[in-house]
């Protein structure tokens, strides 16, 4: 899985400066942004300036609080729509306090109603989303190797190899492993 870093550094500055837009285009002060998505003032402004990268989780809180896909956020933060994404065209993006890799191998586009992801997630990890950034968003969870355990709607569901979860989301989202890793495609409706 070290093949995954490759990461390309201007994602984190392009990432910044979308939430700062973000925020500006809906009218919302720092504090009114930090009273929506339970983030501090000081760490939103942080990410804002570049001054640090978002975890999964913080973007999570973010993208639910904009009613935004975190998918969507990539997508904003990328070139234009292509047909052939190759290998190295396609986005990483590391959480820098999880270790998780999120590889958009199929970026969201507007003419295209889903993207794949390619994501890894380190062994005793655990990333919890609280809120859908859309509610009923459709995922289809295909496990490649390891174990995961996926909390929807309050249900836990334990993943293998071959295994396919597919939900909706609707409430919270709490992606787990244990003792082993976890390799996954996920397909965004």
Same mark, same amino acid.
């Given at each position: 899985?070290?093949?995954? =870093?490759?990461? #390309?550094?201007?994602?984190?500055?392009?990432? @910044? %400066?979308? !939430?700062?837009? &973000?925020? +500006?285009?809906? *009218?919302?002060?720092?504090?009114?942004?930090?009273?929506?998505?339970?983030?501090?003032?000081?760490?939103? =402004?942080?990410? #804002?300036?570049?001054?640090?990268?978002?975890? @999964? %989780?913080? !973007?999570?809180? &973010?993208? +639910?609080?904009? *009613?935004?896909?975190?998918?969507?956020?990539?997508?904003?933060?990328?070139?234009?729509?292509?047909?052939?994404?190759?290998? #190295?065209?396609?986005?990483?993006?590391?959480?820098?306090?999880?270790?998780?890799?999120?590889?958009?191998?199929?970026?969201?586009?507007?003419?295209?109603?889903?993207?794949?992801?390619?994501?890894?997630?380190?062994?005793?990890?655990?990333? #919890?989303?609280?809120?859908?950034?859309?509610?009923?968003?459709?995922?289809?969870?295909?496990?490649?190797?390891?174990?995961?355990?996926?909390?929807?709607?309050?249900?836990?569901?334990?993943?293998?190899?071959?295994?396919?979860?597919?939900?909706?989301?609707?409430?919270?989202?709490?992606?787990?492993?244990?003792?082993?890793?976890?390799?996954?495609?996920?397909?965004?409706?």
């Amino acid at each position: 899985m070290k093949d995954f =870093s490759d990461i #390309e550094p201007p994602l984190d500055d392009r990432i @910044a %400066s979308r !939430l700062k837009t &973000l925020r +500006a285009e809906r *009218g919302w002060s720092l504090d009114d942004l930090a009273a929506r998505c339970g983030v501090s003032r000081a760490t939103l =402004s942080r990410l #804002e300036n570049g001054e640090v990268s978002p975890t @999964a %989780s913080v !973007l999570g809180k &973010l993208c +639910a609080s904009y *009613g935004l896909a975190m998918s969507r956020l990539m997508a904003e933060v990328e070139t234009d729509f292509q047909p052939l994404v190759r290998r #190295e065209d396609q986005t990483v993006w590391e959480d820098p306090e999880t270790g998780f890799l999120r590889r958009s191998v199929s970026p969201p586009a507007q003419t295209l109603g889903a993207e794949v992801l390619h994501c890894h997630l380190p062994a005793n990890t655990r990333i #919890e989303y609280r809120d859908p950034p859309r509610p009923g968003l459709e995922h289809h969870l295909v496990m490649l190797n390891g174990a995961l355990t996926m909390t929807v709607g309050g249900t836990a569901h334990t993943l293998t190899k071959g295994d396919c979860l597919r939900y909706q989301l609707h409430g919270p989202g709490i992606f787990e492993t244990g003792k082993r890793p976890a390799t996954y495609m996920l397909v965004v409706l």
